[in-house]
């Protein structure tokens, strides 16, 4: 009684975490009653994975090996110095939390940690979940969108593993299954005040403290009518999709799923007209959105970065759970994406002075003007590709997938390092800054011109030797780019996907790798000033030490073990690990079972 009169607060966490794990466990009892199960309409879809592999789908035992040694050596150096902590500093080895203090490494590595087999760390980090993680305390406001992504995700993917016979009751007994499917109660339960909005679409930010919805919030001059105006970005309206529906499926409670569709509802069945918008392309989302009217507050329109993982979500729902009600909406308002990114987005750059090939990127949109820039995480848009050419048997899909990530490849093989800037620029064919002026009247349609051209001389030799241009000079390899390998090489079987997986693999190791992790470069364009195979001495590799750690950042990406390294791993592994008939993978990199009843 000692420790209670000393510590009221822990006291009042371990009874609130207990009441609510037995109010889960009677609703259990009786839920079945109250919720008997949906009528089933089964679907059949095509098959989603490569059918032609004759032998050639094997793995490749030594490059997967190398790949799941650099996934041991990471979390050993985490677990060294971090457990428990969010992310730990590559460089400097200092723990930091980024996402709530929950340890979002070791809870998100879980999945990969399972996949490769390493049976050891992943006891290890279950045990963080069950016994240290406390979903009821945070001393930070929760981003609801990301935690799902990360760490609903990764416990509910877990569960799922477990129960199709993928992960041992050595490793995860029974038990504990059920406690992790607590803490994923647990969760939801705090998570709830994101949805106490006017039109559904979730807040940006719960004080778990308060049990409600909030944000900071965003002035907005244009909007008279109000003093304020609270926004969230386009895919934070779907990031719950594919996750509540695995949560309802294992919960047997309609509840969750229900909500996430409320949060996409305003954009699939919109209350104002939406094609009345100025310069809407047919089929696209604006960007952001206000969150009590559902109107959006601007003209952004993207498949990059806070607008992809949306339309994802809608392509993976429908592959979740194709004989759900809302599938055949879901497709279709993809399907149609699909088309407008085609018509709306893709770009082609101009040749250079030193490089000819035209490639093709995906550009954005804002109103009228195409914006002439990229990301890396615009290269997951072929992995949504390849999946919707074939689960709609719809063979041009996959061709716009092939183009987008040759346009990738050659932006990732051209940089010195071998890795892509965070953005990179290019000027797009036939615009006015790319084509000199004619005298002769042509037949060319009219284009637009460049919104971004070089402006340093730098950025200039840079366009005229590869045809773009770093518009930001810092990297590391993301998950975009091994999503897209992975998923090319699942769907197309083209083998050269395993060999630019390869390519991409061995320029992280050899450029990123830090004393305590795997670090962002500061420039991808700086060559390589690693010495040669000669022996150093000891002052020189000092020198050498020094200057790798001026070329880096002290930060890991946070999804470089839940998805960049296990999707690369997945190249070459065999293809009926992960098989993509049966999975379904969310936007954190977790596996959920394509089984689910309704």
């Given at each position: 009684m000692q420790s209670f009169r000393r510590s009221p607060a822990t006291a009042f966490k371990l009874l609130s975490a207990a009441f609510i794990v037995c109010f889960y466990l009677v609703y259990a009892s009786f839920r079945d009653y109250f919720n008997p199960p949906p009528r089933v309409i089964r679907v059949d879809l095509p098959r989603l994975q490569y059918e032609g592999w004759r032998g050639g789908g094997k793995a490749d035992l030594a490059k997967a090996g190398a790949i799941r040694d650099v996934v041991q050596k990471t979390?050993?150096?985490?677990?060294?110095?971090?457990?428990?902590?969010?992310?730990?500093?590559?460089?400097?080895?200092?723990?930091?939390?980024?996402?709530?203090?929950?340890?979002?490494?070791?809870?998100?590595?879980?999945?990969?940690?399972?996949?490769?087999?390493?049976?050891?760390?992943?006891?290890?980090?279950?045990?963080?979940?069950?016994?240290?993680?406390?979903?009821?305390?945070?001393?930070?406001?929760?981003?609801?969108?990301?935690?799902?992504?990360?760490?609903?995700?990764?416990?509910?993917?877990?569960?799922?593993?477990?129960?199709?016979?993928?992960?041992?009751?050595?490793?995860?007994?029974?038990?504990?299954?059920?406690?992790?499917?607590?803490?994923?109660?647990?969760?939801?339960?705090?998570?709830?005040?994101?949805?106490?909005?006017?039109?559904?679409?979730?807040?940006?930010?719960?004080?778990?403290?308060?049990?409600?919805?909030?944000?900071?919030?965003?002035?907005?001059?244009?909007?008279?009518g109000s003093d304020e105006v609270i926004t969230?970005?386009?895919?934070?309206?779907?990031?719950?999709?594919?996750?509540?529906?695995?949560?309802?499926?294992?919960?047997?409670?309609?509840?969750?799923?229900?909500?996430?569709?409320?949060?996409?509802?305003?954009?699939?069945w919109p209350s104002y007209n939406i094609s009345a918008l100025p310069y809407h392309p047919a089929g696209l989302f604006p960007s952001p959105l206000d969150i009590q009217t559902s109107f959006p507050t601007s003209l952004d329109y993207s498949w990059d970065a806070f607008h992809q993982s949306f339309y994802n979500a809608l392509l993976k729902s429908f592959l979740l759970a194709p004989h759900s009600p809302q599938a055949p909406v879901y497709r279709e308002a993809w399907l149609a994406a699909a088309h407008a990114v085609r018509w709306n987005l893709t770009s082609r750059a101009a040749p250079s002075p030193d490089h000819h090939t035209q490639h093709l990127y995906l550009a954005s949109r804002q109103g009228s003007h195409l914006l002439n820039e990229a990301s890396p995480a615009s290269c997951a848009a072929a992995a949504a590709l390849f999946l919707g050419s074939a689960s709609i048997s719809r063979a041009d899909l996959a061709g716009l997938g092939h183009a987008l990530l040759e346009g990738c490849h050659h932006v990732h093989a051209s940089a010195p390092s071998g890795i892509a800037p965070d953005r990179w620029s290019w000027l797009p064919a036939l615009s006015p800054t790319s084509q000199p002026a004619s005298e002769t009247q042509t037949n060319e349609p009219e284009t637009e011109a460049a919104a971004f051209t070089p402006t340093t001389a730098r950025a200039q030799r840079q366009w005229e030797l590869r045809g773009w241009w770093a518009a930001t000079e810092s990297g590391m390899l993301r998950p975009g780019y091994a999503e897209a390998l992975f998923v090319g090489w699942r769907v197309t079987g083209r083998a050269r996907y395993r060999e630019w997986a390869w390519e991409?693999?061995?320029?992280?190791?050899?450029?990123?790798?830090?004393?305590?992790?795997?670090?962002?470069?500061?420039?991808?364009?700086?060559?390589?000033?690693?010495?040669?195979?000669?022996?150093?001495?000891?002052?020189?590799?000092?020198?050498?030490?020094?200057?790798?750690?001026?070329?880096?950042?002290?930060?890991?990406?946070?999804?470089?073990?839940?998805?960049?390294?296990?999707?690369?791993?997945?190249?070459?592994?065999?293809?009926?690990?992960?098989?993509?008939?049966?999975?379904?993978?969310?936007?954190?990199?977790?596996?959920?079972?394509?089984?689910?009843?309704?």
């Open positions: 979390f050993a150096r985490y677990a060294e110095r971090a457990l428990g902590k969010d992310e730990i500093g590559p460089v400097s080895g200092e723990a930091v939390n980024t996402h709530n203090g929950w340890g979002s490494l070791v809870v998100e590595s879980t999945t990969t940690l399972a996949l490769m087999g390493l049976w050891d760390e992943l006891r290890q980090a279950v045990r963080h979940i069950i016994d240290n993680v406390d979903f009821l305390t945070t001393g930070e406001l929760v981003n609801p969108s990301e935690t799902m992504k990360r760490y609903m995700g990764a416990i509910l993917s877990l569960v799922d593993m477990s129960d199709a016979g993928l992960i041992s009751p050595d490793v995860i007994s029974h038990d504990d299954r059920n406690k992790l499917l607590g803490q994923a109660y647990t969760l939801a339960f705090k998570l709830q005040p994101a949805y106490s909005t006017n039109s559904g679409f979730p807040w940006p930010r719960v004080n778990f403290d308060t049990s409600s919805g909030v944000s900071a919030p965003l002035a907005r001059d244009e909007n008279p969230i970005p386009l895919s934070a309206t779907g990031a719950s999709l594919l996750e509540s529906r695995v949560l309802s499926r294992l919960l047997n409670d309609a509840s969750y799923v229900a909500d996430a569709t409320y949060a996409v509802a305003p954009l699939i991409a693999f061995q320029a992280a190791q050899a450029r990123c790798e830090a004393p305590h992790g795997f670090a962002v470069l500061r420039d991808v364009m700086a060559p390589d000033r690693k010495a040669g195979k000669r022996q150093l001495g000891v002052v020189e590799q000092a020198v050498k030490q020094a200057e790798a750690g001026r070329e880096w950042i002290d930060e890991q990406d946070g999804e470089w073990v839940s998805r960049t390294l296990k999707y690369l791993w997945l190249v070459f592994s065999d293809v009926k690990v992960a098989d993509l008939d049966l999975w379904v993978v969310s936007e954190g990199g977790h596996l959920f079972r394509r089984t689910e009843p309704g």
